[in-house]
Nanobody, 125 residues
């Protein structure tokens, strides 16, 4: 059984930084691309980033480009999302996802194999 668990969410002030982590168990981590998604109350789920199986290619949503950095450590089976210059509009539940394939198709349209339960990020003064 695949288990995807996010951690690192919390409350942060505008302009601050936060790092999310995602651990995966139950599959061969480095066989799959990985994605970060987020969903704010009353809004549709948004693709934030996607990283291919080796970590050599990363795609970002325009809304986070230049502020967020996604990386992965295949030896530890961990995915990261480093978030900087956070804004109130970044407030959302952030989800980690195992993508069905090794490569990404943008940030929104990837077929997801498994989802995490989400971690809340709140940006507020």
């Amino acid at each position: 059984q695949v288990q995807v668990v996010e951690s690192g969410g919390g409350l942060v002030r505008p302009g601050g930084s936060l790092r999310l982590s995602c651990t995966v168990r139950g599959l061969t981590f480095d066989n799959y691309a990985m994605g970060w998604f987020r969903q704010a109350p009353g809004k549709e789920r948004e693709g934030v980033s996607c990283i291919n199986w080796t970590g050599s290619t990363i795609e970002y949503a325009d809304s986070v480009k230049g502020r967020f950095t996604t990386s992965r450590d295949n030896s530890k089976k961990i995915l990261y999302l480093q978030m900087g210059s956070l804004d109130v509009d970044d407030t959302a539940t952030y989800f980690c996802a195992v993508v069905e394939y090794r490569y990404c198709s943008g940030t929104r349209d990837n077929k997801v194999k498994a989802w995490g339960q989400g971690t809340q990020v709140t940006v507020s003064s």
